[in-house]
């Protein structure tokens, strides 16, 4: 089933990485798997990556690995979501990833999204951050999400504001040396 459009036949390798969560008109997502460990060194270790979401630690393909356990993998076993990796339907060439977050310092579950330089600027976020919701809802039966952000990430911002997200100022208790915005979409 796709969230935009017919759904049509995956290259044979688009869901290589993982089991298949949703597919959209231009592309699939798919749950992370150790195997990813290289895209995601390449991922998290982006210089807006670093600024806008933090220095992971990540600089090699173990690391990586260790990273997908304790984080995607291990959300999958316990809400059965998590972030996933974002391919394009054309070729399986993964561009970003996109997910559900349960963070023990948000009282709802948090929509997350980032994509490598080279395909930003290409609605490739916003066709993934689109699916997700529908999927928070149909799916998964959420009534409301959140997200955080940096008050400098311009481009995240317009992104949530485009899905319908509204600001509800600075996350309560956050680190007044690095502010973060919270917005929030009731989905009921």
């Known amino acids: 089933m796709s969230a935009q459009g017919?759904?049509?036949?995956?290259?044979?390798?688009?869901?290589?990485?993982?089991?298949?969560?949703?597919?959209?008109?231009?592309?699939?997502?798919?749950?992370?798997?150790?195997?990813?460990?290289?895209?995601?060194?390449?991922?998290v270790n982006d210089p807006d990556w670093i600024r806008y979401i933090g220095d992971r630690g990540v600089r090699t393909e173990e690391d990586a690995r260790a990273y997908l356990e304790r984080g995607p993998i291990a959300m999958y076993a316990r809400h059965g979501f998590g972030l996933w990796r974002v391919a394009r339907r054309e070729d399986g060439l993964p561009v970003g990833m996109c997910g559900l977050i349960k963070r023990?310092?948000?009282?709802?579950?948090?929509?997350?999204?980032?994509?490598?330089?080279?395909?930003?600027?290409?609605?490739?976020?916003?066709?993934?951050?689109?699916?997700?919701?529908?999927?928070?809802?149909?799916?998964?039966?959420?009534?409301?999400?959140?997200?955080?952000?940096?008050?400098?990430?311009?481009?995240?911002?317009?992104?949530?504001?485009k899905l319908g997200m509204i600001s509800e100022g600075m996350t309560p208790g956050g680190d007044p040396d690095d502010p973060t915005l919270l917005y929030s979409r009731d989905l009921s």
Do not use: K, Q
């Open 6 to 43: 017919a759904a049509a036949p995956l290259p044979a390798d688009a869901g290589a990485a993982g089991e298949t969560v949703i597919t959209t008109v231009r592309l699939v997502l798919t749950r992370l798997v150790a195997g990813d460990a290289s895209f995601i060194v390449r991922l």
């Open 104 to 161: 023990d310092t948000l009282p709802d579950v948090d929509v997350g999204f980032a994509f490598l330089p080279e395909y930003r600027r290409m609605g490739y976020a916003a066709e993934a951050a689109t699916a997700t919701m529908a999927l928070a809802s149909e799916r998964y039966g959420l009534r409301r999400v959140v997200a955080i952000a940096s008050p400098d990430n311009a481009r995240s911002l317009r992104l949530l504001e």
